[in-house]
């Protein structure tokens, strides 16, 4: 019997999602990819991001060659139709995608079968047995229960995932003693550098692939068809198995002993710093987290990279990715719609068109363009610059979410919603963190280079130079002060509004600002 035809979403693209050993699709199945134009006009994108999509998946499918029938269509329906033919129950198989809609959608089709999540270490089943034996025990940190279940926190999962996986494990202990280097990794940046000493991250070069996808999205956005926001300068993320495994490779060789102690650290001049941007090609299903974590902690066994940087990588890959990937699915449904701090504000129209010029507090207008100029920037401008001011001035999370979801090149849905709607929104109000991330301007002064050369000062409330991000914090900590003051995280900076001779300037001046670029 001949094998059924598998089909490929774009973000499965790496060789172990085809990989039968491992729950993949017989070796000799035929291969559909369909590309939708349809997803496009749905959301404004990055046309950075647009580009990569497209350039990744079309290099695969000249990579699978005839193995493969790519379908462009204006929707996955109408592209299984032309596959499919008049025969529309004709049996196919295709990876758990990585959405609620595509799931749904594929769920709701005769004759096909979905087979095993691919790209990441933690099955849901292994998810869902751990998460059955874990509710209610919460951190088992400074977490004050109350007789009440604790949500489920990062760090035990993450030595679960740890052991499980025998990584970076003297025998049962973890290497060097300690499952946490965090404290190790939070310095500011050095003091007179404009960037980090570091080789910089390897870049990749276009092709005749990548010609062809901008003279296709050129014609399309002059046609009206879609509208992208960003500018499409050289793809600078791999889009080819090839690409990601140099990028890999130059990264744990040159950068990957520097990752930790600078990691939360933010330099005008080099944005990316000691990260790795592997978040691209990992979820492009490029590369596996698996062969990340792994050349990691051999860095760290043959003394090329220490145990803080090594520690911090795995924690990120082995630990963050997973666990957001697993709580998207735990989390339900209506989790997108969470909005526990009832903040209704549209986005300014500044923001949605990454109009960093409009924006004096260089903070903000340096990260924003960083997004406008590259689809990406480190998690510490993502969460303390530009989803602390979403935060502060009361910002819709889902509107907040799909901003980010549509402006970063490694965005989807997955990623996103703990991400934005938790981590960053605190829409969930703790279901994934213990309290809001935020701060005032004094954190960003000593975190980054962006306060010296700015228009405001971080250390004044009110005024002209009045730092939007200080007056912003007090003025979020005032708005919600009975659900704060409940909060033993933040109990205590609530107290410190009532210590605040100008509270009432500062609201008016907060308030006078309005949606005008601070
Ligand atoms: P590195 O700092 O080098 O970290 C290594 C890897 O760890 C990343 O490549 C990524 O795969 C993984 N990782 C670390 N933290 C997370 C996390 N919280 N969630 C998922 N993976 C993580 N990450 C995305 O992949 N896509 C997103 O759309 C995304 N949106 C975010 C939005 C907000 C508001 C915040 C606070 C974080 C978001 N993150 C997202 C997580 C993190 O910021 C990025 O993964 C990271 O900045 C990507 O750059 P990098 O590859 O150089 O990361
Ligand atoms: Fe940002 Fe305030 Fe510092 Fe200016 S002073 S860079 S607005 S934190």
Redesign the pocket.
């Known amino acids: 019997m001949a094998p059924r035809p598998h089909w490929l979403f774009g973000d499965q693209l790496g060789p172990h999602f085809l990989d039968p050993r491992h729950g993949g699709p017989d070796d000799k199945a035929p291969v559909v990819m369909i590309e939708a134009r349809s997803v496009l006009r749905r959301r404004r994108f990055h046309r950075a991001k647009a580009h990569l999509v497209l350039s990744a998946m079309r290099h695969r499918a000249a990579e699978l060659g005839d193995r493969v029938t790519y379908v462009r269509a204006e929707t996955y329906a109408e592209g299984l139709e032309k596959v499919r033919g008049r025969r529309a129950s004709s049996p196919l198989t295709v990876r758990h995608p990585t959405s609620r809609r595509a799931l749904d959608f594929v769920g709701g089709l005769e004759g096909v079968e979905i087979l095993p999540a691919k790209g990441f270490l933690v099955s849901h089943d292994d998810f869902a047995e751990w998460a059955g034996r874990n509710k209610g025990k919460g951190s088992g940190k400074g977490e004050k229960g109350g007789g009440q279940p604790q949500p489920l926190r990062l760090e035990g999962f993450y030595h679960w995932v740890r052991e499980r996986h025998d990584l970076l494990m003297d025998g049962d202990h973890p290497a060097g003693g300690r499952w946490n280097l965090d404290h190790d990794n939070r310095e500011p940046p050095p003091r007179g550098q404009d960037t980090l000493d570091v080789r910089g991250p390897w870049r990749p070069s276009e092709d005749d692939i990548d010609d062809e996808v901008r003279r296709d999205l050129d014609r399309w956005e002059r046609d009206g068809d879609v509208s992208f926001v960003g500018r499409d300068g050289p793809r600078s993320f791999p889009a080819t198995r090839r690409e990601a495994r140099t990028a890999l490779r130059h ?1 744990v060789a040159h950068r990957l002993a520097g ?1 930790g102690r600078h ?1 939360d650290a933010m330099l005008a001049a080099d944005p ?1 710093m000691s ?6 090609p ?2 492009l299903g490029l590369l596996d ?1 698996a062969e ?1 974590v792994e050349p990691a902690e051999q860095a760290y066994r043959s003394g090329d990279a220490p145990l803080n940087s090594v520690e911090g ?1 795995v924690r ?2 082995a630990g ?2 997973e ?3 697993h709580l998207y699915w735990h989390f339900g449904e209506d989790y997108r719609h969470r909005n526990a701090l009832r903040h209704t504000t549209p986005l300014p129209d500044w923001f949605l068109d990454l109009d960093a010029d409009a924006v004096t507090a260089n903070c903000l207008s340096t990260v924003l363009a960083q997004v406008r100029d590259t689809g ?4 510490i401008p ?2 303390m610059v ?2 602390s001011r979403a935060l502060q001035d009361g910002w819709d999370p889902a509107a907040v979410t799909d901003w ?2 549509r402006c ?1 090149v ?3 849905d997955w ?2 919603l ?3 709607v938790g ?2 929104q605190y829409a969930d109000g703790g279901m994934m963190t213990t309290k809001p ?1 935020t701060s005032g301007g004094a954190y960003i002064k000593k975190m980054s280079d962006f306060c010296a050369p700015c228009a405001y000062r971080p250390d004044h409330r009110t005024g002209e130079e009045a730092c939007p991000y200080t007056a912003g914090y007090w003025s979020f900590l005032h708005r919600h002060r009975t659900r704060l003051a409940a909060n033993h995280r933040t109990a205590r900076a609530v107290k410190g509004l009532d210590r605040l001779g100008d509270l009432r300037e500062l609201l008016d001046t907060t308030a006078e600002r309005g949606d005008a670029p601070p």
């Open positions: 990264f990752f990691e990316v990260h790795s941007l592997l978040s691209v990992l979820n987290p990340c990588f990120q890959i963050w990715r666990y957001v990937w990406w920037t480190h998690h993502r969460l530009l989803g980010f979801h970063f490694d965005g989807y990623v996103m703990p991400n934005v981590m960053s991330y």
